[in-house]
């Protein structure tokens, strides 16, 4: 009998505003933009990306684009997408090691 795997698929996780902030914070606390961009993307997808264009402004067909690989999204793209979400942005000071 040979065993039948299904992809990961982390947005089925994504289910509370508690569970994105956590996923972007361990992202942004490893320190790659792209994976990022990749979280943010996850984050809309669970959510869903024609209600988040909607919230945000902005194109679903933009959305998919902004989130594609080697994307470089504006800044000012990326705050309304995190703001649609129900989240913010929020710095603090490094810890020391």
Request: aromatic residues 6%.
């Amino acid at each position: 009998m040979e065993t039948q795997l299904t992809p990961f698929d982390i947005t089925h996780y994504l289910d509370s505003e508690e569970a994105m902030a956590e996923y972007l914070t361990q992202v942004l606390e490893e320190g790659d933009t792209d994976e990022l961009i990749r979280a943010i993307g996850h984050i809309a997808k669970a959510r869903g990306m024609s209600q988040i264009a909607q919230e945000s402004g902005l194109g679903r067909e933009s959305l998919y684009k902004t989130f594609s690989p080697g994307s470089k999204p504006r800044f000012d793209t990326i705050a309304k997408v995190v703001h649609s979400l129900g989240l913010h942005i929020q710095i603090t000071p490094a810890r020391a090691s």
